[in-house]
């Protein structure tokens, strides 16, 4: 019996075929908003902007440096406003992610001499305070590597533009969330006891449970979120599926019914004869009244 061997040319369109689907990695996908979301959206991101610098600039323009305005802020202002829903843009994660990493960096700026080795240094360890304390934020990064490069070595030259800057954003990202149909903070744990629809789950929530801890990824989307969108895609699968069933599609054109008053053993006989389950029950102008079974 000779040998199994796999031929050049299978080979070949293997390793296209895995190729190409790793490029495909590459390529974003559709962002799926509205018109309505997108410049809901922008807008908050203008006001926000405009307003932490505005009143930042007015408060803090003469302070000594003239440091009035935060470049990771405007990462923060597309969280808050871009994506409210996110654990990543909440209030703590705004106020703890910056205010901490930002200690992170003044103090990898004190104590370590090299630039390179404070940034290499200071960007993972803010990442660490901020998973350990709930705060991740990904300008939290940004802001530990500004207080490194712009060798922040007091607290002045932070904490008096961050905590203003701060605040701001997160005050004007709550009133606009707000009023514009985005609860904000946004609910990230449902209160004990919280009804949830069963009729629309396949799953239970500690088979959720089980599927994130094998999954074993930070998702930029609660947890309850996540139940609920599975929720809406469960319910829309079955509006394709059985949204245009009507009763005629399953039910017989002329169904085997008994008349009121008809005997019980002339029921039983009937469904055993057409191996029926269950007979419906009319009366004379053919109205269902009943079922025998």
């Not at 419906?280 to 269902?288: A, L």
Request: aromatic share 8%; net charge neutral; charged share 15%.
């Amino acid at each position: 019996m000779l040998p199994l061997t796999t031929s050049p040319l299978s080979t070949n369109t293997g390793a296209k075929a895995a190729l190409l689907q790793w490029l495909r990695a590459f390529w974003p996908a559709p962002v799926t908003i509205d018109a309505r979301e997108r410049w809901r959206s922008l807008l908050g991101a203008a006001l926000g902007m405009g307003l932490t610098a505005l009143i930042s600039h007015w408060w803090l323009g003469g302070t000594p440096g003239g440091l009035w305005l935060l470049a990771p802020m405007g990462a923060s202002a597309v969280l808050v406003f871009g994506v409210p829903a996110s654990p990543l843009a909440q209030p703590w994660a705004v106020l703890g992610g910056n205010g901490l990493s930002a200690l992170v960096g003044v103090a990898c700026a004190r104590w370590i001499a090299d630039p390179v080795l404070a940034a290499a240094i200071a960007v993972p360890l803010a990442i660490l305070v901020m998973l350990w304390l709930r705060c991740l934020h990904p300008p939290g990064g940004a802001m530990a590597l500004s207080a490194v490069l712009s060798h922040w070595m007091g607290l002045e030259w932070v904490w008096h533009p961050l905590v203003v800057n701060m605040v701001l954003m997160v005050g004007v990202g709550v009133v606009y969330n707000t009023l514009s149909g985005r609860p904000y903070p946004h609910v990230q744990t449902r209160a004990q006891g919280h009804a949830t629809d069963a009729r629309a789950m396949h799953f239970t929530e500690a088979d959720l449970d089980v599927a994130l801890a094998q999954y074993n990824q930070i998702l930029d989307v609660s947890r309850d979120d996540l139940q609920d969108l599975l929720q809406h895609a469960e319910m829309a699968a079955y509006r394709r599926t059985l949204g245009g069933l009507a009763c005629a599609d399953v039910m017989s054109s002329d169904p085997i019914a008994v008349e009121f008053g008809t005997s019980l053993q002339e029921a039983w006989d009937l469904i055993h004869k057409h191996h029926v389950k269950a007979l419906p029950v009319v009366d004379r102008v053919r109205r269902i009244v009943g079922i025998a079974s």
